[in-house]
């Protein structure tokens, strides 16, 4: 079975601490992966596409690295702010399943001023 | 940039209703989503299309049915409404299947059934 899993659920980090988000992932063979931040009671924002020939993805802050053979993806947010507080969710397009997406629970993310 | 609009932030309605959820999207795209989310379950899959008039069925399609008679609006129908089916629903749309296509969601509406 497909599937998407994100550890830890939860995280609280002071403002101005770099942390990592992680996603890992069960079969190897994908299109591509993308990350979404989606704040409370609203739709998701799109972050970072990574395809599945490439290693990583920058924006901003934000630091998406990509490996299919050990199934995993991180999101590095450099020097967090208050304003990063949101759930960032991680899913995968996996090749055969006809670019359906499949997601993660998601981390809720707490940057305390 | 792509929009995807949805037709309600939030929506009230009574069981047994029938409900009509509209979603537009501004660009060509030939893929069209709706999930729902909920607390501890995640975002779960409904019915998708490709392509004008064609339609899948996803994870949880039961009690649902879809509408896409037009290439930019895909209409997400409940057919009687149930209190079960409280819910944040939430649409998307993708280019295509290839490697760089990503997906784009619209607000989502929040879906009261008393």
């Known amino acids: 079975k497909q599937e998407v899993t994100q550890i830890p659920a939860a995280l609280s980090v002071p403002e101005g601490e770099n942390l990592v988000l992680n996603c890992s992932f069960t079969?190897?063979?994908?299109?591509?992966l993308q990350w979404f931040r989606q704040d409370p009671g609203k739709g998701l924002t799109s972050l970072l596409l990574?395809?599945?020939?490439?290693r990583e993805q920058t924006s901003g802050r934000l630091n998406a690295s990509l490996d299919k053979s050990s199934g995993r993806s991180t999101l590095y947010i450099a020097a967090s702010q208050p304003g990063d507080s949101a759930t960032y969710l991680c899913?995968?397009?996996?090749?055969?399943?006809?670019?359906?997406?499949?997601f993660g629970q998601g981390t809720t993310l707490q940057v305390k001023p | 940039d792509v929009k995807v609009t949805q037709s309600s932030r939030y929506l009230v309605k009574r069981t047994g209703e029938k409900v009509f959820l509209e979603c537009v999207q501004d660009?060509?795209?030939?893929?069209m989503f709706w999930y729902r989310q909920d607390p501890g379950l995640g975002l779960r899959l409904i019915y998708f299309?490709?392509?004008?008039?064609?339609?899948e069925k996803g994870d949880i399609p039961e009690g649902y049915s879809v509408s896409r008679e037009k290439k930019e609006r895909f209409s997400l129908i409940l057919e009687s409404a149930s209190t079960n089916q409280t819910s944040m629903y939430l649409c998307?749309?993708?280019?295509?299947?290839?490697?760089?296509?990503?997906?784009?969601f619209g607000s989502g509406t929040r879906l009261t059934v008393v």
């Open positions: 299309s490709y392509d004008v008039k064609m339609k």
């Open positions: 899913a995968v397009s996996f090749s055969g399943n006809t670019g359906k997406l499949i």
């Open positions: 990574i395809q599945s020939s490439q």
């Open positions: 079969d190897s063979a994908i299109y591509n």
């Open positions: 660009m060509d795209h030939e893929n």
């Open positions: 998307a749309s993708s280019l295509g299947w290839a490697f760089n296509y990503g997906y784009t």
